[in-house]
């Protein structure tokens, strides 16, 4: 007869037990506050800074009177930060129109895009044929074009983007279907004095099939034999979210909008090939970052001089999380890539080649933000324009600037000072899409704000080998049915696939005796039951 064990497996993510990332304090900003308008409620809320200007984008914008009603909607709407140095809050609509009188008050009803219809999107123009369909369907069902992370500056002047096409269906007979991926767009985006500008490159880049690749974020650097600044010579890299984590793709700038030319990471083999993974993939050995994402960002820390990823996970509780690239933990024997950075000597924000030679830390939690009244918060993100004279990569500047010019304006002094800050990237700023009214249809919804104050980095500890280190007082437990076979991984895919099991339970290190405690009773049951043969 043959027998069928549950065997139960402790998993511990190799890594070194130190960190870099303490948070010393969080501070709550509040709301954004839209004074040009009467009334707003958008989601979303991703930033750029071009120009001089910080530029915030939204997904879904709608404008209300003082009593509800609504007096605009577009699926996507931008603003400046009015005045980023002395209140990170305050915003700068563009495209309002007075829209009618407050019968209260007598006040005027401004708006912003006074259209009460979806069929012109908004700030990012729909083709002619996403209108014909919008202007058709009246809004039941509606294509529409949400940016969903933070654009890439490729200069001081400009930045791009790969935003979401989605196809909404307010009435669907299987409520899962209520938003598809259609594909995903590339912008343009600059800031004039006039307003921010978006321009669409091509229709659609990525079909919906695929991993909306650049939909989390997206990185600009240099190639692997690039010598010099030339910008039409780099290497983007274009992170999304897939069922079983991130994903990986890349792409020259020049081939940006042909995907026939994009490459994808293999994990298994540690190299770019040909064929994209499939959206759905459960093998998370093929998953550059295995793990549960919805909104986030990748961007170089110039605090921590690495890449960071600050996100929300798919589970609805209000979390941001954070991991950084370790420099220690070095995927692959590649000379150029050892221990502590490009050959050994660090890397700077171009070096996005890093993320493929070098494993990720463990998650950790990094702030739980409040949520509003009508649910859960989604759509968090970071925006490390602030506080920050090094958000630019050095090579975006003009090539005639100086080194010692090569740092942009301080913003956010009213919050915090740069005497006083301790260096640039120690303060962060997060920002999330609170519910004050939840529901798909009336719902009111408003963008929060915090910063994030991280702790001095402590010493490292130099450990030569891995260790086994308890991430906010949990052990991860694995459950996994086999016949008589347990499987143990540390290999190079612990950072990026080390996570085999399909399962896994977080169990409080404080129940950790009781559990153990139930997970040996087989083992003594049968012993007792041979001595007793």
Known sequence: MALF??????????????????????????????????????????????????????????CLDLGGKQLSFASNTAAYAMDANKNVSILQDFGVEVVGKDKKNGKADTAILADTTVATGGWINFSSDEIDFNEKHKGIERVAIWPGTNPVPY???????????????????DPSKRYQARGMTLLSITAPSSGPTARRQANMIIP??????????????????????????????LVGTADGG??????????????????????????FTTKPPKPD????????LPG???????????????????YFNKFVDSTFRIRYLDLNDPVGNDPVWPKRGKHGKGIAPEDTESLVKYGWSPEQELYRSPPGKGGFNYAGLAHPEYWNRQYYAPSLYPTSTSASHRRNPWYGSKVISEK?????????LLS?????????????????????????????SGSEFPSAAVSSSMLTFSLASSALSTSTTFSNAGRNASRLWNHEFHIPFEHLGVVLGLLLLPLFWLFGFLSSG
Not at 294 to 310: D, E, M, R
Not at 420 to 428: F, R
Not at 443 to 458: D, M
């Open 432 to 460: 999330w899409t609170s519910q004050m009214k939840g529901g798909f249809n009336g719902g009111i919804y408003q963008i929060q704000l915090a910063k994030v104050e991280f702790g001095t980095i402590p010493q490292d």
């Open 155 to 173: 200069s001081t002047s400009k930045a791009y983007l790969l935003a979401p096409l989605v196809y909404v269906d307010s009435r669907p007979r």
């Open 5 to 62: 064990f549950i065997v139960y497996s402790v998993l511990i993510t190799p890594v070194s037990g130190w960190s870099p990332i303490i948070v010393k304090s969080v501070t709550e900003l509040g709301p954004q506050v839209a004074p040009d308008v009467t009334h707003v409620s958008r989601d979303g809320g991703y930033s750029v800074l071009l120009d001089g200007n910080i530029v915030w984008l939204y997904d879904d914008t709608e």
């Open 292 to 310: 549960s994402f919805s909104y986030g960002s990748v961007f170089y820390s110039p605090y921590f001089k690495t890449f960071i990823t600050v």
């Open 208 to 237: 919906g099939k695929e991993v909306a690749y650049g939909g989390f974020s997206s990185l600009l650097g240099y190639t692997t034999t690039a010598k010099q600044q030339d910008l039409s010579d780099r290497d983007v890299y």
């Open 246 to 271: 991130l994903q990986l793709a890349r792409a020259r700038v020049a081939d940006l909008t042909d995907f026939s030319k994009y490459t994808f990471w293999d994990p298994v083999q540690l190299r």
């Open 420 to 428: 006083t800050a301790g260096g640039d990237g120690k303060h962060l």
């Open 281 to 288: 993939e459960k093998d998370y050995r093929k998953v550059y």
